[in-house]
Antibody, heavy 128, light 106 residues
């Protein structure tokens, strides 16, 4: 079964740090780009960060740039999100998601990306 | 950055109704548009990718259309399990989600 399982969430004080993990199983983890998406209580989905398949390229939302670091260990089939200098507004459920693509096979070639596998999420609460 | 808007923000409908949700991008995104369904306390579920392609296992009552800046998700006959929040997402430049449309029971 294709599965993503997040862990590492919890209660942390403002200014603190936390590392989230996302364990992948049932597919060739090293072949896929991976993302983190978060959802504050009662709010919508917000893209946070992404990493390419070999970990050589990363991107971040402006709201977390310089504070969060995404990484992966393909030998352990695990994605990480290191969160530093946490703020109250970082309080959210954090989801990891696998990105797949559809090849239109037309000309010019177009690849359409989408998040097809999601974990159940892990909750991060930043509060004193 | 590409901004996404959705309308309406919420709607009330009955089982069997035809429901349409709109999504608009702040610039042309071709067909780089996905739709997700989320139920309370659950992870999002992919419904439609590339604007109109139905994800495997998703009922055929769900359909997507549009290109450029204007898109729509249609549920042809609303079922009890379809009451949820629906999000559009652009994948033209990284990913951006719309604010969501909550579909509840009339």
């Amino acid at each position: 079964e294709v599965q993503l399982v997040e862990s590492g969430g919890g209660l942390v004080q403002p200014g603190g740090s936390l590392r989230l993990s996302c364990a992948a199983s049932g597919f060739t983890f090293s072949s896929y780009w991976m993302h983190w998406v978060r959802q504050a209580p009662g709010k919508g989905l917000v893209w946070v960060s992404r990493i390419n398949s070999d970990g050589s390229s990363t991107s971040y939302a402006d709201s977390v740039k310089g504070r969060f670091t995404i990484s992966r260990d393909n030998a352990k089939n695990t994605l990480y999100l290191q969160m530093n200098s946490l703020r109250a507004e970082d309080t959210a459920v954090y989801y990891c998601a696998r990105v797949n693509y559809y090849d239109s096979s037309g000309y010019p070639k177009k690849l359409y990306y989408y998040m097809d596998v999601w974990g159940k999420g892990t909750t991060v609460t930043v509060s004193s | 950055d590409i901004q996404m808007t959705q309308s309406p923000s919420s709607l009330s409908a009955s089982v069997g109704d035809r429901v349409t949700i709109s999504c608009r991008a702040s610039q042309s995104i071709s067909s780089y548009l996905n739709w997700y369904q989320q139920k309370p306390g659950k992870a999002p579920k992919l419904l439609i990718y590339a604007a109109s392609s139905l994800q495997s296992g998703v009922p055929s009552r769900f359909s997507g259309s549009g290109s450029g800046t204007d898109f729509s998700l249609t549920i042809s006959s609303l079922q009890p399990e379809d009451f949820a929040t629906y999000y559009c997402q652009q994948s033209y430049s990284l990913f951006t989600f719309g604010p969501g449309t909550k579909v509840d029971i009339k």
